[in-house]
């Protein structure tokens, strides 16, 4: 890793992290906010959610609406936090690599002494560094809005939404690192977006469909998504080690292989 | 210094270098001369580690420039043809950065280099000039006081006034013993700082000679008006070679003897002299004959 271009990648991208991170947390105390009165008409609510198919309330995470716990990992962390995490980790493993080697800064990078190792390196730190921003913002949010707005008796354990922010972060290790594969095999920045953007929707559409369908549910075994799964942990009944070390493995792998590909391979400079 | 044995890469299109082979010592400046298109870049992609050769090697400083780029690069400063610099930083910030990669402590000699070039260096890239920029690419490539200088295009841009500077600047660094090597595709782009110029076509080297010798093999073609209109037939009649005619202008091209014009020229008044500016092909059509054969 350079110092230097580590600096100046976290500069030239700290706006980002901070209208992605503050966003995101804002989303937390909003929908954090939301709670108390979900709380108060949590029968009619039940009511409501009886009439939606079994299937589609698993898919949604609607089965545990009614504790905080629920409510904020199947709403915000179910939901609106893979979206953001996604837009974000394809958005930056682009610009990190291939918009660089599209526009041709790259030949300046790579005019001195820093190897390609280490300028690959670096940009994956700056990736991860961002993920780790973004979601470190959206735990604070978390803790500080329920501290604030949500009785002791109903309130999630911090060790709970710990995990439940650590499994996000992990999942979206696993995200940058294809999207930062896929950005260093590609010359034209607007094909990196677009196979990282697809590839991300494909993943989580197959996650999707294979809960919501009981015969489509081998699907999620092609999908790192499925090993995220935010309501479970907050209602304490998922398994957490294995699926964070399958996540921390396929995300290292990953990170690994760009940075060989950007060794190895010829650039248009 | 810089050695390069049968270097070859072929692109899907057919183009590319075939087989290049020279050498540069050291504190030579050596230019690379040819048409847009004739490989200039690739050679010098080549020589910074960009892209692994199909055959052949290239090395500086005992380095192989593919298997040991980084330290093939350690003592090189570059500039490249085309400048794209990151988005959203200022000359000074983008300085910084490749002074940190560099490993560069002394700020000194950069300051200096800003002040010759006469530049604001904190304004943002979108509100620079090309002229601008190359001025940052420049200071760039200097600060870090290298060895080996890899200069692609490195005048383009600049107006004749910075033209001058940089001129300076590179026979400043020759004298330091520093070793150069340029590409051009303008033989008066080159010619005041180089030792050796290498002819490229097509992407094979068809010459490497003297600059001294180049010069004496090029054509120039001065376009002379006479005050007199009957002249125009007298001066047909004489030896030299006579491109055209248009009223009381003659176009006449020379190759190495310049005393026969200035011979011929002191018969008749003479009331104007203008140089015709010409591509590389034009200058040295012995080796660029085939463009005359396809029209």
């Not at chain 1, 974000?88 to 300046?108: E, I, N, R």
């Not at chain 2, 000194?108 to 904190?122: G, H, M, S, T, V």
């Not at chain 2, 209109?229 to 310049?258: F, H, M, P």
Request: charged residues 20%.
């Amino acid at each position: 890793m350079n110092i230097s271009l580590f600096n100046q990648m976290i500069k030239l991208n700290m706006k980002n992290f901070l209208s992605f991170g503050f966003g995101s947390a804002l989303y937390v105390v909003l929908m954090t906010s939301l709670y108390p009165m979900f709380a108060e008409n949590a029968e009619a609510i039940n009511e409501l959610i009886k009439i939606i198919p079994e299937t589609l309330k698993n898919a949604l995470g609607f089965d545990s609406l009614t504790s905080y716990g629920g409510f904020i990992s199947a709403e915000y962390f179910g939901m609106f936090f893979p979206i953001i995490l996604s837009v974000f980790s394809v958005m930056t493993a682009t610009q990190l690599l291939a918009h660089l080697v599209d526009k041709g800064s790259m030949a300046y990078l790579l005019s001195t002494k820093v190897s390609r190792i280490q300028i690959a390196v670096t940009q994956a730190i700056v990736l991860i560094s961002g993920l780790l921003f973004i979601v470190l913002l959206t735990f604070l949010g978390g803790i500080v809005a329920g501290e604030i707005l949500i009785d002791e008796q109903i309130s999630l354990e911090f060790n709970t939404f710990f995990q439940i922010n650590l499994g996000g972060f992990l999942l979206f290790f696993v995200v940058g690192g294809y999207s930062f594969l896929v950005s260093s095999l590609c010359n034209d920045e607007k094909k990196s977006l677009g196979i990282a953007g697809a590839l991300t929707s494909i993943f989580y559409g197959l996650d999707m469909a294979g809960k919501i369908s009981s015969e489509l549910e081998w699907l999620r075994n092609i999908t790192p998504f499925s090993l995220y799964n935010p309501s479970e942990i907050a209602s304490g009944d998922a398994e957490i080690f294995i699926p964070s070390l399958i996540l921390l493995g396929i995300g290292l792998f990953n990170y690994s292989a760009a940075v060989v590909v950007f060794k190895l391979r010829n650039l248009p400079l | 210094m810089i050695e390069i044995h049968g270097l070859t890469q072929q692109f899907s299109n057919g183009r590319g270098i075939f087989d290049v082979t020279f050498e540069v010592e050291k504190g030579e400046v050596f230019g690379f001369l040819g048409p847009n298109g004739a490989g200039k870049s690739t050679m010098i992609r080549h020589l910074m580690g960009y892209m692994k050769p199909q055959k052949g090697t290239a090395i500086i400083h005992g380095f192989n420039t593919w298997e040991q780029q980084e330290k093939a690069r350690e003592k090189v400063g570059y500039l490249p043809g085309e400048i794209s610099f990151l988005d959203g930083m200022n000359g000074l910030e983008f300085i910084n950065l490749m002074a940190g990669m560099q490993g560069l402590k002394d700020k000194k000699w950069q300051n200096e280099l800003i002040e010759q070039l006469q530049f604001d260096p904190k304004t943002p890239f979108r509100k620079m000039s090309k002229g601008m920029k190359q001025k940052v690419g420049i200071v760039v490539t200097f600060m870090h006081n290298p060895e080996i200088y890899i200069l692609d295009e490195p005048t383009s841009g600049l107006d004749p006034l910075m033209q001058k500077v940089f001129i300076d600047l590179v026979l400043e660094e020759k004298a330091k013993g520093k070793t150069f090597i340029m590409s051009s595709h303008s033989f008066a782009e080159i010619e005041r700082t180089c030792d050796r110029a290498a002819i490229i076509k097509d992407g094979r080297i068809v010459t490497v000679k003297n600059i001294n010798d180049l010069q004496y093999m090029q054509r120039k073609i001065y376009d002379i008006t006479l005050e007199n209109k009957n002249d125009v037939e007298r001066i047909q009649a004489s030896n030299l070679i006579i491109e055209n005619t248009n009223d009381n202008v003659v176009r006449i091209v020379v190759q190495g003897d310049y005393n026969e014009l200035i011979e011929e020229l002191s018969k008749f008044n003479v009331i104007n002299i203008s140089i015709v500016s010409q591509s590389i092909e034009d200058v040295f059509m012995n080796y660029y004959d085939t463009k005359g054969a396809e029209k």
